[in-house]
């Protein structure tokens, strides 16, 4: 039974530029969070997506958006990078209807140069 | 605003002794609490859970306190081992979906 997977591992960007990272859910779950994470921090929640629609959203700005398929994996897209986007990028699955356990992703590291 | 912090930023422990980990909480509508334990390049792991109509639940090695009149929450580690050297992380559930984690405390077990 595959777990959350993400890709890719590590990416470097330059700042301005655009980016997006996948997710693909543990079997069974159909709910997809995203969290920020910055060294030596707690993750910070993005956003949240069921049924291809975005139901929940954190202190982030518009920069940051993102997308679920009907298989539902789903997308975080950042646009005109900042230095301070540097983090881990973490995807959580989740199938709400039985419980509110959600299970982690190795993460992307993403570095903003 | 909501937040979840930790009291303590390091534990240092011997291999063997018990671990307590603990956790302030400013939600009191908070209805879910989890622990998740995190090592170097690796996503949070998922350890233990409690509902908030709980006040304490036992896992493997593992028990989760929880104190709603002081919103405090403890993560026990029984017979603390070398593999259980990591960054622990209490985080808060209440609005179906959106965790809220502290900063972390660094546990470092001895041999």
């Known amino acids: 039974d595959a777990g959350v997977t993400q890709s890719p591992t590590h990416l470097i960007k330059t700042r301005g530029q655009q980016v997006t990272l996948r997710c693909s859910p543990k079997?069974?779950?159909?709910?997809v969070s995203w969290y920020q994470q910055a060294l030596g921090q707690g993750p910070q929640f993005i956003f949240q997506?069921?049924?291809?629609?975005?139901?929940q959203r954190g202190n982030f700005p518009d920069r940051f958006s993102g997308h679920q398929f009907p298989n539902y994996s789903s997308e975080l897209n950042v646009n005109a990078l900042l230095l301070g986007d540097s983090a881990l990028y973490l995807c959580a699955s989740s199938y709400p209807h039985e419980g509110f356990e959600q299970y982690f992703g190795p993460g992307t590291r993403l570095t903003v140069t | 605003g909501e937040s979840v912090g930790l009291h303590l930023p390091t534990l240092s422990v011997q291999e063997g002794d018990n671990s307590i980990i603990n956790c302030a909480y400013s939600?009191?509508?908070?209805?879910?609490f989890i622990w998740y334990k995190q090592e170097s390049g690796k996503g949070p792991q998922f350890i233990i859970d409690?509902?908030?109509?709980?006040d304490k639940r036992q896992g493997q090695r593992v028990t989760v306190l929880l104190n709603k009149t002081v919103k405090h929450l403890s993560l026990q580690i029984a017979a603390t081992q070398p593999g259980d050297s990591a960054v622990y992380f209490c985080a808060e559930n209440n609005q179906g979906g959106k965790l809220i984690f502290g900063q972390g405390t660094e546990l470092s077990v001895k041999p």
């Open positions: 939600n009191s509508a908070s209805d879910y």
């Open positions: 997506y069921y049924e291809e629609e975005e139901r």
């Open positions: 079997s069974g779950h159909d709910t």
């Open positions: 409690i509902r908030s109509n709980m």
